[in-house]
């Protein structure tokens, strides 16, 4: 089994591979045939493994006879019953929250299926289903989970919790999990015009809310900006989301990324699937793009998610969760301070280290001075 660096830039083989499941014609031919030279879909790490239900039935669609096709019609059969049994389980939870007219929408993965798999719920594998309700019904939203018997496991408040993070788990007794979001990304002001553009879909047979395809892209390139345990999930779920997009798509993506704020880091994302899959993206919807760079703190931190996190990272993202919640409207505003101090015991004890070192590089500087 081969293993590459976890990042949000794929490397030759998962780059291969994401070509093999998305590409069409000879290109997406010789790109299976390529990467299957050098791998046994057998034996895959779980990063690329994941990929196998979506390269099935791109395989199906180019007419390739695999050898191994019934093993890949064996992973995409799972995927299929997994999800279903996953969207079935989180009903309830659903039904809680519209019972105590809360409206829900969902993100991520489910959202992706209801919208831009032609209905097929087994291409995209889930673990959890991901729902977004407005910020200010996520307390409201919380207590009604956890009437309704719902486990919930953060240290914190639920009040806490919404300053901090974006989003919590919610366990019933048959263990699968629900994540409640009061805003689509960690980052603070990332709501933007979301509920705005919220559009009526169908998934597994239900009626459900999800964001348009504009707005799905956005959260889908922010989210995989920066190191990420699935690099290719991200890339093949922006593929997928392209492919619906017309010329009033592009323009509304443009505007959905500067409502929240998150231009820069969309045309990032989108340079990263245009060159893995060799797509022509607008030139004017890439400059309006990247003409929405933020301010200083924003660029910089955009730039340490895109290589990798680093000496001071911990530091760095607090930071710039504190400027974005300035001008936020769904969280609270909140200090750099204060944020480090709400953080995970391990980014504390990270800041902390630092801290101390560079107090005591400090001192020694002055007393060598002295």
């Known amino acids: 089994m081969t293993t590459e660096r976890n990042s949000a830039l794929p490397g030759a083989e998962r780059r291969l591979l994401l070509r093999a499941a998305l590409l069409d014609g000879d290109t997406g031919r010789e790109a299976y045939a390529e990467w299957r030279r050098h791998h046994d879909p057998t034996d895959l790490e779980p990063v690329s493994y994941r990929l196998l239900p979506l390269l099935y039935r ?16 064996g992973v995409y059969r799972h ?14 939870g659903l039904r809680l929250l519209a019972g105590a007219g809360i409206p829900v929408v969902l993100l991520k993965g489910a959202a992706l299926v209801a919208t831009s798999t032609g209905g097929d719920v ?42 901090r993070k974006q989003s919590s ?28 553009a919220v559009v ?11 964001p348009s395809r504009a707005h799905q892209l956005v959260v889908t390139a922010a989210h995989g900006v920066g190191w990420h345990p699935s690099p290719l999930r991200w890339i093949a779920d922006c593929a997928l989301l392209l492919r619906g997009i017309d010329e009033a798509g592009w323009d509304e993506l443009v505007a959905a990324a500067r409502a929240a704020r998150m231009g820069g880091t969309v045309a990032a994302a989108l340079d990263v699937v245009g060159d893995v899959l060799d797509l022509e993206l607008p ?3 890439m400059q309006a793009l990247r003409s929405q760079r933020g301010g200083p703190v924003e660029r910089v931190a955009l730039g340490s998610k895109v290589r990798g996190p680093g000496p001071g990272a911990g530091y760095l993202a607090s930071l710039e969760y504190a400027v974005r919640s300035r001008r936020a409207d769904d969280t609270g505003r909140i200090g750099a301070v204060e944020h480090l101090l709400l953080c995970d015991g391990g980014t504390r004890r990270e800041i902390a280290a630092r801290l101390v070192r560079r107090t005591g590089e400090l001192a020694g500087a002055r007393l060598r001075r002295s």
Not at 58 to 73: F, I, T
Not at 149 to 163: F, K, T
Request: glycine residues 8%; without cysteine; charged residues 25%.
């Open 58 to 73: 791109n395989l199906e669609r180019l007419g390739v006879e695999a050898p191994e096709r019934a093993r890949l019609q």
């Open 79 to 92: 995927a299929w019953y997994a999800n279903q049994r996953l969207l079935h389980a989180a009903g309830p």
């Open 122 to 163: 087994g291409v995209r594998p889930m673990e959890d289903v991901d729902v977004l309700v407005p910020a200010a019904d996520a307390v409201r939203a919380h207590d009604a989970l956890v009437a309704g018997g719902w486990h919930w496991y953060e240290p914190e408040p639920p009040e806490d919790a919404r300053r």
């Open 169 to 196: 788990p919610y366990v019933p007794e048959s263990g699968t999990q629900l994540d409640l979001h009061w805003r689509p990304l960690w980052e603070p002001g990332s709501t933007g015009t979301l509920w705005e």
């Open 200 to 210: 009526p879909a169908t998934l597994a047979g239900a009626e459900v809310l999800v």
């Open 283 to 285: 030139a004017g919807t």
